[in-house]
Each structure stands twice: as structure tokens, then as C-alpha cells.
């Protein structure tokens, strides 16, 4: 029961602890001591690196670690055009700590340009790997949720939800613009399915004037309305996300209350779906996969800690998964990313790659 295409049996969500000379090079640029071009050299020596290390442990895959971002999605949603990051007096709440005070705003009308340095992030990928280059971007319903009250210049669009038809078309050309840079695996990174599940963050949001009652709706339009015409030999799955910043999180409760609709009728290929701990529930919303050839990569290894799993307890939970999927249309990863933001999850690197081992190592025992 191998697998020759994108999910991989054992797979990553993307994101990789920041090396030190990365944080070093970068903490030098931020003050001016060494230019653009010079940060670049590092982020492509260190990069190389962890491109290296994915393939050492065995992976069919790798990312660039997302070493060229400071956020996980600010960093794209700011280069779109239309688009602006700016300065909020106030972060996004995690569990005891708060992120920096940075958000995003719609400042005219949205489009994605070839240009968009992200297209030449993933050409350095693809030709420094020999295995399936990943690249990870953020959603765009993520990018909706994340928009505060009198964020959209009402110049272009009326409100936050006039948005959604330019927001599809700028994520059709965003994925055109992957696929003839070369990229035949991409990811959707989005938190805004997981806070859907959380009646704390529907009430947070209904406080910034979203319209919680229809935004499964509405972020199911707008994705499979970005999924139009994708083409065929492109594998585009997407990451549901409960936050990872420092080991903390957002949002608590299992996929019940989105799984018809996220696992039924998105268009995806596939869903990473974190399973590391309580907070996300049980398996049992995995009986609206469909039957055929739709993939759910179990995040039984968590990002947020560095202790290392029992191999025999993530087998039993694969096993406990197959009671509402088919085990072939399962794969395995870490819950998360290791890094989602600069900071870094509390771990150590060399923790970081032994779970990756691990994932490869189970993978290989599960399904031969």
C-alpha cells in the first residue's frame, strides 16, 4: 500500500525550527548590519541544509521550512496584490501568550502576480531537492477570518464578505502561477475549519462582525471556487489547524461540527488533520470521507513538545482511525509544523528530526 503520489504515507505539514545561524543572520539584517542579499545567502545555505536533513530521514517530500517567513500566513497574505500588513494594538490570543501585534487589511483589489517572491521561494526548493518538493501557503479562508472590523478599504469592496469572488480568482492564479513555476503538490494552511469547531472562537468572531452562521458556507464557496479548474496532475490538500505559536494554541474541540461539509464537499485531495491530542476530538468524523481516492493524513505526532512517542501507541491509534477509513486512505505526519511562526515551537532541533524519523519509520511498519 505504497503510495507514489502526494500525501505520502509519511508526510510533513511544512514548517521547520529556525537554525541559529538563520535567527542570527536574520536578527543582523533587522538592524541593519548585513543587506538583503547577504540574509538571502544564509536562508539559502540553511535551507539547503534542512532539505538535506528531510531526505536523510527517509521522506519522499520536502519543504523549505518556511525559513524565508516570519508568519506561517501574514508573510504571503501581505505580498498579494491589494493587500498591506500592519501594526494592531493587540496580537492574536493563544493559550498564556499573545502573538506580536501584527495583522493584515485589503487596501485595493486583490490579485496574485506572477511576482510574488513566494514563486521564486518554491523554484529554489524544487532544484535543490531529489525528492517531491512541498510548497505551503496560507488559505483564503483563513485570510477572510483573520480580517479585523473596518480592515477592507470600502473604496473596492463594500464589507469583509463583498471579497470572496476576487479572493477565488486571486487563489486560481496564485495556484497557475505554482504549477508552471513547477510545483505539483501544494498546501492550503488554514485555521479557520478548526475555529469553526470551537463555540469560544464562533463567539470571538461573531465580536468582530463576522457572520458565524454561514461562514462554513461561505469558506467552502470561496475554496472550491479557488480549486476551479485545477489542473489534474496537481495533488492541493490543506492543513486544519488549532494555532502553533511557542508549543500554545487557540482553538479546542473535535471536527464533528465541520466534517461533513470539510471532508464531503471541499475539493481537495487531501486533509492533514491533527490528532496529537484531546483537544481534537476522536476519529469518529472520519466516516464522511468519501470512498475512493481522497487522503487524511493523521497528525498523531505532536510538534509541540519533544518527547518522543511510543511507536506501538501511534500504530493503535491508526488503527483505532481504520474503524471510519479505509487504511489506504490514510497517511501519517506530525500535527503541525515545527515553526509555524520565527519562534519556534519549545524543542530541540535534533527532537524536531528524530520525530520525522519516527513518522518514516511507522509509515514503513503500517503500510509496508
Given amino acids: 500500500m505504497t503510495r507514489t503520489k502526494p500525501p505520502f504515507r509519511a508526510d510533513v505539514v511544512g514548517s521547520i525550527l529556525r537554525t541559529a545561524p538563520l ?200 475554496i472550491n471556487s479557488a480549486l476551479e479548474g485545477k489542473p489534474a496532475d496537481m495533488v492541493i490538500t490543506t492543513h486544519v489547524c488549532r494555532g502553533n505559536f511557542r508549543s500554545t494554541w487557540i482553538s479546542e474541540g473535535g471536527y464533528e461540527p465541520v466534517a461533513e461539509t470539510l471532508l464531503g464537499q471541499l475539493n481537495y485531495d487531501g486533509y492533514f488533520l491533527e490528532y496529537d491530542s484531546a483537544r481534537a476530538g476522536g476519529f469518529e468524523p472520519l466516516r464522511f470521507l468519501p470512498k475512493g481516492n481522497k487522503i487524511v493524513v493523521l497528525g498523531l505526532i505532536t510538534t509541540k513538545s519533544g518527547a518522543l512517542e511510543k511507536k506501538d501507541d501511534v500504530k493503535r491509534r491508526i488503527d483505532e482511525a481504520t474503524k471510519y477509513a479505509s487504511l489506504d486512505q490514510l497517511c501519517l505526519s506530525p500535527q503541525c509544523g515545527f515553526a509555524s511562526t520565527e519562534e519556534g515551537n519549545v524543542l530541540a532541533e535534533e527532537e524536531q528530526w528524530a520525530k520525522l524519523r519516527m513518522v518514516v519509520d511507522i509509515a514503513g511498519e503500517v503500510w509496508g
Fill in 23 to 222: 535567527k542570527e543572520a536574520r536578527a543582523k539584517h533587522e538592524k541593519g548590519e548585513i543587506s538583503a542579499a547577504q540574509l538571502k545567502e544564509v536562508e539559502d545555505r540553511e535551507i539547503e541544509k534542512i532539505i538535506r536533513k528531510q531526505e536523510e530521514a527517509g521522506l519522499k517530500v520536502a519543504t523549505d521550512g518556511e525559513f524565508r517567513r516570519s508568519w506561517w500566513h501574514f508573510d504571503f497574505y501581505g505580498l498579494l496584490d491589494g493587500m498591506e500588513r500592519y501594526t494592531l494594538d493587540h496580537g492574536i490570543q493563544f493559550h498564556g501568550v499573545q502573538s506580536r501585534m501584527e495583522s493584515i487589511r485589503v487596501k485595493g483589489k486583490l490579485g496574485f502576480s506572477t511576482t510574488h517572491p513566494m514563486i521564486e521561494h518554491f523554484k529554489f526548493l524544487k532544484s535543490h531537492t531529489h525528492v517531491t518538493p512541498k510548497m505551503c501557503i496560507p488559505s483564503p479562508a483563513t485570510l477572510h477570518f483573520r480580517l479585523e472590523p473596518n480592515s477592507v478599504d470600502t473604496k473596492f469592496y463594500a464589507d469583509r464578505d463583498a471579497i470572496f469572488d476576487d479572493l477565488a480568482k486571486t487563489y486560481r492564479q496564485a495556484i497557475h502561477g505554482f504549477y508552471d513555476a513547477g510545483c505539483r503538490y501544494l498546501q492550503f494552511d488554514d485555521t479557520a475549519w478548526a475555529y469553526l469547531c470551537s463555540q469560544a472562537e464562533l463567539k470571538k468572531a461573531r465580536e468582530r462582525g463576522l457572520n458565524a452562521d454561514r461562514l462554513q458556507q461561505d469558506y467552502a464557496r470561496v
